[in-house]
């Protein structure tokens, strides 16, 4: 009965979102980067929502994300389509969305430990594909900025993917795997924050978002570093990689201004 209550709820909230939009919106380049961008983490935030309803962690929270994300990967997936210019980001397309008729009906299903396992790799597979979307329209276009923009797109994908995988280790034991995963996340999330904000392309407004991100990055590890100690904090982890989500979105945006100014002049 959950099954289909979610999946009701996601069908009204995908109707909702398509109502709001023109019947046919066209993306600049600028937005196609940053948009496919957002598929890779609407689908570690599926995965990490799934955990949070099964662990009992902020459910009502972890509900309304899980059908807010769903929709919002329908909606947006849809877009791209539309927007493809080469027959290669068809093709890229294309496998995602044959992955995802799979895979939605499984994420909106009520939370099972013993196909956890299958459905982690199964979401690896979805954010594999996610990420080709991405890179294959960056080779496309060859635009300055395209970069920036994939990589502040991917920390908001991070901060998706280190809070699934906390969360993972939390309700359901100690993978070596899915342990791999999080510290793989954590390192590249601090790395290629580092990156930002030596960016030459920053404006000021960038640099001084940027440096709230470092100031909250900096305030987590000590989470993960409970974490090694065997000591678990769930819901602040989920609360603070919500946060760095956000802020990571903005400046996501900003880089896209940047590019869709610089391709304009």
């Given at each position: 009965?959950?099954?289909?209550?979610?999946?009701?709820?996601?069908?009204?909230?995908?109707?909702?979102?398509?109502?709001?939009?023109?019947?046919v919106y066209a993306?600049?380049?600028?937005?196609?980067?940053?948009?496919?961008?957002?598929?890779?983490?609407?689908?570690?935030?599926?995965?990490?929502?799934?955990?949070?309803?099964?662990?009992?962690?902020?459910?009502?929270?972890?509900?309304?994300?899980?059908?807010?994300?769903?929709?919002?990967?329908?909606?947006?997936?849809?877009?791209?389509?539309?927007y493809a210019p080469?027959?290669?980001i068809n093709n890229?397309?294309?496998?995602?969305?044959?992955?995802?008729?799979?895979?939605?009906?499984?994420?909106?299903?009520?939370?099972?430990?013993?196909?956890?396992?299958?459905?982690?790799?199964?979401?690896?597979?979805?954010?594999?594909?996610?990420?080709?979307?991405?890179?294959?329209?960056?080779?496309?276009?060859?635009?300055?900025?395209?970069?920036?923009?994939?990589?502040?797109?991917?920390?908001?994908?991070?901060?998706?993917?280190?809070?699934?995988?906390?969360?993972?280790?939390?309700?359901?034991?100690?993978?070596?795997?899915?342990?791999?995963?999080?510290?793989?996340?954590?390192?590249?999330?601090?790395?290629?924050?580092?990156?930002?904000?030596?960016?030459?392309?920053?404006?000021?407004?960038?640099?001084?978002?940027?440096?709230?991100?470092?100031?909250?990055?900096?305030?987590?590890?000590?989470?993960?570093?409970?974490?090694?100690?065997?000591?678990?904090?769930?819901?602040?982890?989920?609360?603070?990689?919500?946060?760095?989500?956000?802020?990571?979105?903005?400046?996501?945006?900003?880089?896209?201004?940047?590019?869709?100014?610089?391709?304009?002049?």
């Amino acid at each position: 009965m959950k099954v289909f209550q979610s999946l009701f709820s996601s069908i009204l909230l995908l109707t909702a979102l398509l109502s709001l939009s023109p019947a046919v919106y066209a993306l600049n380049d600028a937005e196609a980067v940053n948009i496919s961008g957002s598929q890779r983490m609407l689908s570690q935030r599926m995965m990490k929502s799934y955990l949070m309803l099964g662990a009992g962690i902020k459910p009502e929270v972890a509900q309304q994300q899980l059908d807010e994300s769903v929709a919002q990967f329908e909606e947006r997936l849809l877009m791209l389509k539309d927007y493809a210019p080469s027959a290669a980001i068809n093709n890229k397309l294309a496998q995602v969305e044959d992955l995802w008729q799979q895979h939605r009906v499984r994420i909106l299903a009520t939370p099972d430990k013993s196909v956890i396992d299958n459905l982690m790799r199964e979401n690896l597979n979805m954010l594999k594909a996610c990420n080709d979307v991405v890179d294959t329209i960056s080779s496309h276009l060859r635009m300055p900025g395209t970069e920036l923009i994939n990589i502040a797109g991917r920390q908001r994908m991070l901060s998706q993917r280190i809070a699934k995988a906390y969360v993972a280790l939390y309700w359901n034991g100690q993978s070596p795997a899915v342990r791999q995963e999080f510290s793989d996340a954590i390192r590249l999330f601090g790395d290629s924050l580092e990156q930002l904000r030596g960016s030459e392309m920053n404006t000021a407004e960038v640099h001084d978002a940027l440096e709230k991100v470092a100031s909250q990055w900096h305030f987590s590890q000590s989470g993960f570093e409970l974490d090694a100690e065997g000591r678990y904090v769930p819901t602040v982890i989920a609360v603070t990689t919500e946060s760095i989500l956000w802020k990571m979105n903005d400046i996501t945006k900003m880089y896209e201004r940047i590019m869709a100014t610089q391709s304009n002049s």
